[in-house]
């Protein structure tokens, strides 16, 4: 069991990783005076593997587990779901003392953060997250929100949750193709922010391609040790955690455009990565040789950094509803492997350009 502080300014809080913790989810745990029922949020494939165990873990609390069903994927993060679980807590008698438990993907750690920190303006939220994705990325740092039809996260509130718990042995029973989604975001963190976490992967990711349990926890550990020095920095996306969205401004607008059913995130992020080392090569700001570097690493984890992509005006239309968008385009680049900046205002004709050479029309 390894622990990692995340020490926001009054908030702090520790992320535990390491293997069969969700029966020990009792001493992941700070100390939660007055808290009588844990109100688990988790799909019902989910539940059925994980909520015995971790219901014996909270019941060493002495906590009342109730389990909260909601729909499996991005469906989850809807006004609609959100509603239904304040009805659910108001129904099943929840306090302010009691806790919310986000048991799943990054999409349930949401849409369960933010029923916690809207329900009686705040409960407390423990994350449990049981994919790659959610582990090193989307269970830390306080971030939650619902989607709108007119884009992704467009709805939410930052929540620091009391405590997040990384069983890396969740990620054997994850899919394949969101085993190496995950993967994606494990690259964003070494190619902007980790440089021993990328050598270890361009030595040799073979470990990690077969889940092998030390990898994932050394790999989980790096990444989240990485994100939580941004976060404790910058909580709230004033300056530098913009950076952890390195390649998401394209990413989310793939989401978007194919309407949430198309790349997966991990595989959306992964084109949007590409697409900012070619805008950092086309504009000067990075050497050239960035964006390739960034293929044979992402093709190395089982991913496909490349189109066909749709047309142009759809793509520009989805990025300027990005939550970093000011007044212009605004994108996470690299100067060159673990040297990100934000840079304002970037060139409209060389975002089209990169966006044609990949494959996008118009």
Do not use: W
């Not at 709108?148 to 929540?159: D, E, S, W």
């Amino acid at each position: 069991m390894v622990r990692v502080s995340v020490p926001v300014p009054g908030a702090p809080y520790d992320v535990v990783v390491g293997r069969g913790l969700l029966a020990k989810a009792d001493r992941a745990l700070p100390a939660l005076p007055r808290c009588e029922k844990a109100f688990v949020v988790a799909d019902a494939a989910v539940a059925e593997r994980y909520l015995p165990p971790l219901e014996a873990g909270l019941g060493r609390r002495g906590l009342q587990v109730v389990h909260l069903g909601v729909p499996s994927g991005e469906e989850a993060k809807s006004l609609d779901t959100m509603c239904a679980l304040h009805g659910q807590l108001a129904v099943q008698e929840a306090h302010r003392d009691d806790l919310v438990v986000a048991l799943g993907g990054g999409a349930v750690g949401d849409v369960a953060g933010f029923v916690a920190a809207t329900y009686m303006r705040g409960v407390a939220v423990l994350q449990v997250p049981t994919t790659l994705t959610a582990q090193v990325d989307a269970a830390i740092g306080g971030k939650t929100a619902v989607n709108l039809p007119q884009g992704k996260n467009l709805v939410g509130a930052f929540h620091q949750p009391v405590a997040v718990i990384a069983d890396v042995d969740t990620l054997a029973t994850v899919s394949e193709r969101d085993y190496r989604s995950g993967l994606a975001e494990v690259a964003k963190y070494a190619l902007t922010l980790d440089l021993d976490l990328l050598a270890m992967l361009e030595r040799d990711p073979s470990p990690l391609l077969a889940r092998d349990p030390n990898a994932l926890e050394s790999v989980v550990t790096a990444s989240v040790r990485a994100k939580a020095r941004v976060v404790a920095a910058d909580e709230r996306d004033a300056g530098r955690r913009l950076i952890l969205n390195y390649g998401h401004t394209l990413g989310h607008a793939l989401e978007r455009v194919e309407a949430y059913a198309g790349r997966t995130h991990g595989e959306a992020v992964a084109i949007g990565m590409v697409f900012a080392a070619r805008v950092a090569e086309s504009t000067g700001l990075a050497e050239a040789g960035l964006s390739n570097r960034h293929v044979r690493l992402l093709k190395s984890l089982g991913l496909d950094p490349a189109g066909p992509l749709p047309a142009t005006d759809r793509l520009l239309a989805a990025m300027r509803l990005d939550k970093k968008y000011a007044a212009g385009l605004r994108l996470v680049l690299l100067e060159d492997v673990g040297r990100p900046t934000v840079v304002e205002n970037v060139p409209p004709e060389a975002v089209l350009t990169v966006l044609r050479e990949l494959g996008a029309e118009g």
